[in-house]
């Protein structure tokens, strides 16, 4: 297998070609280095090869992982990308940069309430089911736009975006990308500070280049930087 530091290298090689041919900055589209299932030693290792942020998806493995001695005094910025249950929250909320899986108003009505009560402030994205599979977790895209204004006024939390996880075939998924995105714009038109809402968590190792060319300011990407699992 190649190391964690060339395939990284090779990503971000990808990801300037991929801009380039959409006519966009690189610096406008962060890599987000999905550990879920890797071992801290791991992600360390992708961390001393320059990679800072990191998508966790399970509870439990991530508070496991993240406070792992190799970790310390390093500045790893965690993001959690999975489903989030509303009794979860209480035991993430302190310790991600970014919250990608909030798919229903009440869980964020919920981490409102905890923010609120702990003080803090938390930035979450929207995860819509931009393909409409009965099986895939996120709102429907048709329930957005109606929710906005509630999603708007909760205390504490800011909606910085839109997430969604694509259909395996890629002319599928490219659609999936662009209906995300229009679907950001119309958002973006009802929202109080529209310059806080501007991420597209979209792409993943088998279609990151396309999301990037239907607009993706944040790919997730496991496979191709940390092999199967
Ligand atoms: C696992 C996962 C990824 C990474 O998928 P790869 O195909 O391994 O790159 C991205 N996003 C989410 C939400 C995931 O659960």
């Given at each position: 297998m190649e190391s964690i530091a060339s395939n990284l290298q090779a990503i971000h090689e990808q990801i300037e070609?991929?801009?380039?041919?959409?006519?966009?900055?690189?610096?406008?589209?962060r890599l987000v280095a999905v550990s879920?299932?890797k071992p801290a030693a791991l992600v360390r290792e992708a961390f001393d090869a320059g990679q800072l942020e990191f998508?966790?998806?399970?509870?439990?493995?991530?508070?496991?992982?993240?406070?792992?001695?190799v970790f310390?005094?390093i500045?790893v910025?965690?993001?959690?990308?999975?489903?989030?249950?509303?009794?979860?929250?209480?035991?993430?909320?302190?310790?991600?940069?970014?919250?990608?899986?909030?798919?229903?108003?009440?869980?964020?009505?919920?981490?409102?309430?905890?923010?609120?009560?702990?003080?803090?402030?938390?930035?979450?994205?929207?995860?819509?089911?931009?393909?409409?599979?009965?099986?895939?977790?996120?709102?429907?895209?048709?329930?957005?736009?109606?929710?906005?204004?509630?999603?708007?006024?909760?205390?504490?939390?800011?909606?910085?975006?839109?997430?969604?996880?694509?259909?395996?075939?890629?002319?599928?998924?490219?659609?999936?990308?662009?209906?995300?995105?229009?679907?950001?714009?119309?958002?973006?038109?009802?929202?109080?500070?529209?310059?806080?809402?501007?991420?597209?968590?979209?792409?993943?190792s088998?279609?990151f280049?396309?999301?990037?060319?239907?607009?993706?300011?944040?790919i997730?990407v496991g496979t191709a930087i940390f092999g199967w699992?």
């Open positions: 070609a991929a801009c380039l041919k959409a006519g966009r900055d690189p610096s406008g589209v879920k299932t998508g966790e998806s399970y509870v439990q493995e991530f508070l496991h992982k993240s406070e792992d001695p310390e005094n500045p910025k965690w993001h959690f990308i999975g489903h989030l249950q509303s009794n979860k929250i209480r035991m993430i909320i302190d310790r991600v940069a970014l919250i990608h899986g909030i798919d229903r108003y009440s869980t964020a009505e919920e981490l409102s309430r905890q923010a609120v009560k702990r003080n803090l402030h938390v930035d979450y994205l929207l995860e819509v089911n931009t393909s409409g599979e009965a099986s895939k977790y996120g709102m429907p895209p048709d329930e957005v736009l109606p929710l906005s204004a509630a999603l708007f006024s909760l205390p504490n939390i800011t909606l910085c975006g839109l997430m969604t996880i694509a259909s395996p075939d890629i002319a599928e998924a490219k659609r999936e990308f662009r209906s995300l995105r229009l679907l950001l714009e119309e958002l973006r038109k009802l929202a109080p500070d529209p310059l806080k809402l501007s991420e597209l968590s979209m792409g993943m088998g279609d280049e396309e999301a990037i060319e239907e607009g993706a300011t944040m997730r699992r």
